[in-house]
């Protein structure tokens, strides 16, 4: 029984649905917008602003460990920490945008852009 428990399961077990979140996370993170699926945009924004919430408050190694756990990505999370997050400082959340673009896969699945907010 599914009672309690949350999360989209995007039709995979948990290890490659894990890896998926961290591929698409680690895209994000190094090129500020990517196009995927709505389903899978949508199931990203809440892993995603969870780990700039936590770079925001990172500042010893510890905190950089428990990102690294997560993204296994040395550039990823220097990147994050070091430029993503502190353009964040002032915000308390919403830190991405996702666009809907409609359908423009070959097999008609909807489409959409995730992005990161631009912080002025």
Known sequence: MRHRKTGVILGRQR????ALFRQLAIS???NGRITTTTAKAKA?????ERLITRARGTKSLAGQRQLLKVLDNHQAVTKLIK???PQYAKRSGGYTRIIKLGRHRGD??????IELIKES
């Open 28 to 30: 994000l993170i190094d």
């Open 44 to 48: 990203l924004r809440p892993f995603i």
């Open 83 to 85: 430029t993503i997050a």
């Open 15 to 18: 290890a490659p649905r894990r």
């Open 108 to 113: 008609s699945s909807p489409v959409a852009l």
